[in-house]
Every structure is written in structure tokens, then in C-alpha cells.
């Protein structure tokens, strides 16, 4: 009885052990790819197919732009890579290499859970064919297509050279007011130095941005996003715009105000800036409260709210402060700027940061000496840190050394004039943060966010925060329909 359960044991372990070997060459041969082809003609012989033909030429011979977007959206598609044959080519960037459709190669996509069969006939007139079966064709033909040039657009987003558009004042106005410059700035999302969570709900926040279209014109607002960037000077404030472009691949359009003869000339700059960019007003503070202003105080908070992009949308508005105080809250009330950022001075953990990015370091005998005098209160911005570290590269331990010297001498000076009562004064306090030497022991954020909101979201006085208080609102209030595309609840 043991024996024949023993042998029958045995039969299925060497049964189970075949079936293995022949699944794993059937995988590895070309076996399985027959007979998945075979299995594929099989079931496209059940079905009725309707075709559509897209010419690469319309009847006046000019190219047909539909041609080109589908020719660029199915190089794109991943079905590309298991083709059994493609073209490859190099890209415009080094190192890129495009994968490009041979003459009659068929491609496969997958929509809405229909199966669409593209064929790039070469033949004398060229034309991409669609093959998609009679009883997907209604539901799913014109969703597929718009889909077609949603990609195609962001394609054509991404691949386009980002540029720097300055204006230039009223007198050199012959050739237009904007001079641009191919944008070129090394600083992208990864590199800039920030709280991990804060980077990363600020670009959830930019893409959910770029997919609400529908859902901004449904409540009759311009399609448009601002965000405050506010701290001392020398913490990533300019280098995170740089990265904001990169990230969305906009065109940056930099308002320098003191240019701008008055009001309407500020409209007029505003009309002339291109869809898909970002308008940028850098230390805004400082020209709101400077005494002589050419533009006014309506004029700027018409121009934050949009009111302006009368022919234009998809906007994204940034604006840089050193600080808020001393502001008319209502420049900066929920709906003219949508997200604050703060940009603090450097604790130990953005120094750790910088270490690892300037010096290689993860750790260092020295850090916890870095440590506890960052506790004691003393900072130093990572403009400083990062130049400090940059000079001493060839010495980590030197640099290390030179940081805690400096936060020493930071600490010194600080205590030395709280002693001396001269940080009493808020508005030393700012001066001492834009040369960097002073923490923001002073600055409450809580005070700043329940003054401005009556609300916090804030996880330290030292951590980077983001306000999103005007999203919080929407999502209590939500749309009857809201748009399916648009996700804003992420943010809560
Ligand atoms: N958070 C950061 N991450 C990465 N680099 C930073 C950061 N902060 C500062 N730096 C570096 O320090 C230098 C100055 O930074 P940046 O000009 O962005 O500061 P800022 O906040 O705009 O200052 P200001 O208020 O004076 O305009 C840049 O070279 C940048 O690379
Ligand atoms: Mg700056």
C-alpha cells in the first residue's frame, strides 16, 4: 500500500518536473510565439473588422495632420518593442535611439479593452490603416481618437526645446517685448534639495494640473495653477522654478516688473505669452513694497488672478517671496495663489542631503557633531552649505569641518544679537535671512498659515511646508459632476 502511494508520488513529481521542462523550452523557443500568431489569426478570423484609412497626403497633395500625429503616437506605443520587425534610429538628443515603423508593419494597440490592428502602408499613396473590429468600432472610434492626439501632444511637449522668454523695456520694444533664450538651467526635480513627501505632492498637484482641463472649464475658471515660493534667500526658490519647467516642459516667461511701464503694459506682456508656459514674478515682495510702483496693486492682483489670459490657458504662475509679512494678505488669498511652498534653511537632514549629492557621503565620523549643532539652532542655507561643500570636494572631511565652523560662527552671531536685542525687529530678521546667517526661530509658520487661512499643515517649523488649503475647500465642496480626469483628492 506505501509502495504503490510512494510510486504514485514519484509520478507526479516527475510528471510535474517534465511539464516544467517542456513549458520552460516551449518559452524559450520560437515555438510559443507560433502558436500564439496561429492562436491570434484564428480568433481575428470570428470577427467582422472595419477599416479606416488615414492618406499621409489630402486630396490638394498637402500632408494630412492626422497622418502625423497616428505616425508619431504608434512609434510610441509600446507594442513597438515586441514587433518582430523595426527600424531603429538615433534621436535628436545623444544616446537616443527611436524605434520607427517599417513599411506594412503592423502594429497592435489596446483601448478601452477593444483591439486595434494599425498597418503603415507604403505602398504609391502612404497611408496608415486602421483595422478595428464592426462591434468596438461605435463605442470606442472617437474617444480612441481624441486619446490619439492627447498623446501626440504630449510628445510634442516634451521633445520641443524649453525656453526663457525676459522682457525688455518700453523703448527697446521694436522686435517685441519678450527675447528669449533656449532654457538650459542643469536644476531638475531630483536635484533640487527638499523634503522627499513635499517634491512629491507638488508634482502629483503639477500633474493632476495638466489633466483638468475639463474640469476648470466646467466651472468657468481659468485653466490656470499658482504657487507662492517663499523663504530666505539662497534656498532653491529660483532652482525649483527651473525644475518646475523641466518637469512640465514649459516656456518660462520671467516678468520683470521694474521693465513694465504701467498696467496695461503688463496686459499687453500677458497676451503676448504662449499656452503651456509659466509666468514668472520673482521677489514680489519686494517690489509690492518698494514706495514708487509703476504697476499698481489692482493691476497685479488682476494679473495673478488671470483675468488677463483672456485668449490663452494652461498656465502655470509662480512667484517668489522672501517673506510674507508685511504683505496685503489679499495679494496672496486662496485662488490667486493656490499652493504656498516654503523654503526653509537647512536642517540636518537636507544637509545630510547635500552631502551625499556634493560629496558622495552617507555618512561621516563628523555628522553627529553637524547634529547637534543644527539643534542648538544654528543654519546656514544650502546655497551656502552646497558652495561650501563644492569648494572642499576634494576633502570631504575639510568640507565637513568648514560647514560646522560656519554654523558655529552662525550660532555665535545669533546669539550675539539676540543678546544685544537686535532681532527684535522683524525687519533686521529678513535682512539677516537673505544673507543667510539667521534660522527662522522667529517666524512661526503655524502664526503665518492661521493668519493667512486659519489653517496649518505644517510638520515642523524647519520642514518645507505646502499649503493646500484652496484644494481642501474644493474637495469639501466637490463638483455635482466632477471631472473624471481630475484628481484632487490626492492632496487631502
Ligand atoms: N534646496 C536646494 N536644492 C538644491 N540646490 C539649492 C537649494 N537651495 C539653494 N541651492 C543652490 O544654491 C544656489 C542659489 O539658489 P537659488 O538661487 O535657487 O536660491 P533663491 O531661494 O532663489 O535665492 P534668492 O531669494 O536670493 O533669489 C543655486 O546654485 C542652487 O543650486
Ligand atoms: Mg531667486
Request: glycine share 4%.
Amino acid at each position: 500500500m506505501v509502495m504503490m502511494l510512494l510510486a504514485n508520488l514519484t509520478g507526479i513529481v516527475i510528471s510535474i518536473f517534465i511539464g516544467y521542462i517542456v513549458f520552460r523550452f516551449l518559452s524559450k523557443s520560437s515555438l510559443i510565439h507560433f502558436l500564439k500568431k496561429w492562436w491570434r489569426s484564428l480568433e481575428e478570423k470570428c470577427y467582422v473588422y472595419q477599416f479606416y484609412k488615414v492618406p499621409k497626403f489630402n486630396e490638394h497633395l498637402q500632408e494630412n495632420q492626422l497622418h502625423r500625429k497616428v505616425y508619431v503616437y504608434l512609434n510610441s506605443l509600446p507594442g513597438m518593442e515586441d514587433s518582430d520587425f523595426t527600424n531603429l534610429y538615433s534621436g535628436n538628443k545623444s544616446a537616443e535611439i527611436n524605434l520607427v515603423l517599417d513599411s506594412n508593419q503592423v502594429v497592435l494597440d489596446d483601448f478601452l479593452g477593444a483591439r486595434l490592428y494599425w498597418k503603415n502602408e507604403e505602398t504609391s499613396s502612404r497611408s496608415l490603416i486602421l483595422k478595428i473590429r464592426k462591434k468596438d468600432k461605435r463605442r470606442i472610434l472617437v474617444p480612441y481618437l481624441q486619446h490619439i492626439h492627447t498623446v501626440f501632444d504630449d510628445i510634442e511637449q516634451k521633445r520641443k526645446e524649453v525656453r526663457l522668454f525676459v522682457n525688455v523695456d518700453t523703448e527697446l520694444q521694436r522686435n517685441g517685448r519678450w527675447r528669449s533664450i533656449p532654457f538650459t538651467h542643469p536644476a531638475t526635480m531630483d536635484t533640487v534639495v527638499m523634503d522627499t513627501d513635499l517634491k512629491n505632492k507638488i508634482k502629483s498637484d503639477l500633474e493632476n494640473f495638466l489633466k483638468s482641463k475639463q474640469y476648470y472649464h466646467r466651472l468657468g475658471r481659468v485653466w490656470k495653477r499658482s504657487y507662492l515660493l517663499y523663504g530666505p534667500s539662497g534656498t532653491g526658490k529660483s532652482t525649483f522654478i527651473a525644475a518646475i519647467a523641466k518637469f512640465l516642459h514649459y516656456d518660462v516667461y520671467e516678468f520683470d516688473l521694474n521693465k513694465i511701464a504701467d498696467d496695461s503694459d503688463l496686459k499687453f506682456l500677458m497676451l503676448q505669452t504662449s499656452n503651456k508656459s509659466l509666468i514668472v514674478i520673482e521677489d514680489l515682495d519686494r517690489y509690492l513694497n518698494a514706495k514708487s510702483t509703476t504697476v499698481s496693486f489692482p493691476g497685479i492682483s488682476n494679473f495673478m488672478d488671470g483675468i488677463f489670459s483672456c485668449c490663452g490657458e494652461e498656465r502655470v504662475m509662480v512667484f517668489t517671496m522672501n517673506s510674507k509679512e508685511n504683505l496685503d494678505p489679499t495679494i496672496i488669498r486662496p485662488g490667486r495663489v493656490d499652493v504656498h511652498i516654503h523654503f526653509p534653511l537647512c536642517d540636518f537632514s537636507g544637509f545630510k542631503i547635500l552631502a551625499s549629492s556634493h560629496l558622495g557621503l552617507k555618512d561621516h565620523k563628523l555628522f553627529p557633531q553637524v547634529e547637534e549643532i543644527f539643534q542648538i539652532g544654528a543654519s546656514l542655507s544650502p546655497a551656502e552649505i552646497g558652495e561650501i561643500m563644492i569648494s572642499n570636494r576634494t576633502s570631504p572631511n575639510r568640507a565637513i569641518k568648514t560647514v560646522i565652523s560656519a554654523l558655529h560662527s552662525n550660532n555665535a552671531s545669533r546669539v550675539a544679537r539676540r543678546l544685544s536685542g537686535s532681532v527684535s525687529g522683524r525687519g533686521s530678521e529678513e535682512l539677516d535671512c537673505k544673507s543667510g546667517l539667521f534660522g527662522r526661530e522667529n517666524t512661526n509658520p503655524m502664526k503665518e498659515f492661521k493668519n493667512l487661512y486659519g489653517f496649518l499643515r505644517n510638520k515642523s517649523s524647519r520642514k518645507a511646508s505646502i499649503d493646500f488649503d484652496a484644494v481642501e475647500r474644493e474637495n469639501q465642496n466637490p463638483n455635482p459632476n466632477p471631472d473624471p480626469n481630475s484628481n484632487s483628492s490626492h492632496q487631502s
